[in-house]
């Protein structure tokens, strides 16, 4: 590590200078907790270390109706806090599954998402409140939707030259909620997690045996560790919308969202497991949403 040259500016375009000077060379730091294990078992030697803890892109914040959420927020804080908790509290729900203390305390939201696990537990709850990244470099910003940031294992559309700011989520109509399924009850990386965000919409019908409220008016499914990028299931949301939902259909559709992905076998779990524990998953967080008794 010796010859490694080391940067911690105390301002962002300090810090996109670097960016566009070193480029591919850089390597960012910020909570490490990915980073620092790879350097300490010579997988990764970085020419460049840019450390961005001082850039004060620790905050979350309501800006114009939308939740505001710095790059360098902690996991911790994201756990507890009440305004996160108020608009998506499935997000909370995925801070609160994420490691262990000392991980979510050090580990930040945009390091989570720039290294791209298809495991991520952020990423399926960002996917369903239609969330943006906000990227920027010397030549100005960018937004680019949550959906489209993903493009494989550990990639993503993020430029060499370009810093993750901060994340973008607008209002969100509806309920959310987070799952997840590990190899143990806590500390694990995902086999399966899900994100879901359904609106359900009071039903006028005067036939009696549909009840009140069982009608999906707008609906969001996202998986995690079951494709090589968190997915969307839009299939599956384009079967709940506008339909009266009960146990049977909602099984239908959770079946829909786990035949849109492509999970594998890996050290956590089968292709095969994968898609029945997936199945099972969906239909638990699509009946707890919905209020729909399984």
Same mark, same amino acid.
């Given at each position: 590590?010796?010859?490694? @040259? ?9 810090? +996109?200078?670097?960016l ?14 990915? +980073?620092?294990?790879?350097?300490n ?12 803890? @001082? %850039?004060?892109?620790?905050?979350? $914040? ?14 911790? $804080? ?10 998506? !509290?499935?997000?909370?729900? *995925?801070?609160?599954?994420? =490691?262990?203390v000392?991980i ?18 952020? *990423?399926?709850? %960002? ?6 990244l906000i ?5 100005? $910003?960018?937004?680019v ?9 550990g990639?993503?559309? &993020? ?18 909620l987070? +799952? ?9 990386? !995902? ?18 045996? &549909?009840?009140? /409220? ?9 998986? /995690? ?10 299939k599956?949301?384009?079967? +709940?919308? /506008? @339909? ?11 079946a829909? *969202?786990?035949?849109? !992905? ?6 956590r ?10 199945? *099972? ?8 949403? !919905? =209020?729909?008794?399984?």
């Open positions: 590590m010796k010859d490694v @040259k080391y940067f911690a500016p105390s301002r962002t375009e300090e810090a +996109l200078q670097i566009a000077e070193y480029r591919e060379k850089v390597t960012v730091l910020a909570g490490g907790t990915v +980073l620092v294990p790879k350097i078992y010579y997988e990764l030697k970085p020419e460049v270390l840019l450390y961005i803890g @001082k %850039l004060d892109l620790d905050y979350i $914040r309501a800006e114009d109706g939308k939740l505001i959420i710095g790059a360098a927020t902690p996991i911790s $804080r994201l756990a507890v806090s009440t305004l996160v908790g108020e608009r998506v !509290s499935a997000m909370t729900e *995925a801070a609160r599954q994420c =490691g262990c000392a979510r305390t050090t580990a930040t939201i945009g390091g989570n998402l720039a290294n791209a696990s298809p495991a991520s537990d952020l *990423a399926t709850p %960002l996917l369903i409140t239609d969330a943006d990227l920027a470099n010397v030549r100005g $910003r960018r937004t939707p949550i959906n489209s940031f993903f493009t494989g294992p990639k993503t559309v &993020l430029k060499s030259d370009e810093l993750i700011l901060g994340i973008s989520i607008p209002p969100v109509k509806g309920k959310t987070f +799952l997840k399924l590990g190899r143990r009850k806590a500390m694990t990386l !995902s086999v399966v997690n899900v994100a879901v965000r359904l609106e359900m919409a009071e039903n006028n019908s005067n036939t009696r045996r &549909l009840s009140t /409220g069982t009608i999906c008016k707008d609906a969001c499914i996202a998986l /995690g560790s079951m494709s090589p990028t968190p997915l969307r299931c839009t599956a949301e384009g079967l +709940l919308k /506008g @339909k009266t939902v009960d146990k049977a259909f909602l099984a239908r559709c959770a829909e *969202a786990v035949a849109e !992905s492509n999970p594998i076998d890996d050290g779990a089968t292709a095969w497991y994968r898609k029945k524990a997936g199945t *099972a998953i969906v239909t638990r967080a699509l009946a707890q949403v !919905s =209020g729909v008794q399984i």
